[in-house]
């Protein structure tokens, strides 16, 4: 059984960063990918950002610019760097692993694994 355990989220004001991290980075298929996901109370979950195996990133419209994806292969372990963070920022955040289709996806159906979650709270 996989497991992913976020760490690094807390309380920032408005226009704060914080770098949230995700152990292990795993790949079971070549195609593999992991992403980010969000979910505030009373939302749904939505997708953050991802990032391949090769590199390749994509990103929510509501974070580009300011966040950023990114993998330490030597390390095994993702991050998300938080600049410019907003109040509307403010949710659980979670990383997940999946294989299902042959890119990197924001929709949340298409991860298998997911970690327990990190909360990340944005005050103006």
């Known amino acids: 059984q996989v497991q992913l355990v976020e760490s690094g989220g807390g309380s920032v004001q408005a226009g704060g960063s914080l770098r949230l991290s995700c152990a292990p980075s795993?790949?079971?298929?070549?195609?593999?990918?992991m992403g980010w996901f969000r979910q505030a109370p009373g939302k749904e979950r939505e997708g953050v950002a991802a990032?391949?195996?090769?590199?390749?990133?994509t990103y929510a419209d509501s974070v580009k610019g300011r966040f950023t994806i990114s993998q330490d292969n030597a390390k095994n372990t993702l991050y998300l760097q938080m600049n410019s963070l907003k109040p509307e920022d403010t949710a659980m955040y979670y990383c997940?692993?999946?294989?299902?289709?042959?890119?990197?996806?924001?929709?949340?159906?298409?991860?298998?694994?997911w970690g327990q979650g990190t909360q990340v709270t944005v005050s103006s």
């Open positions: 997940a692993a999946g294989s299902a289709t042959p890119i990197a996806t924001l929709i949340a159906v298409d991860y298998n694994y």
């Open positions: 795993i790949y079971t298929h070549a195609r593999s990918y």
């Open positions: 990032i391949d195996r090769d590199g390749s990133t």
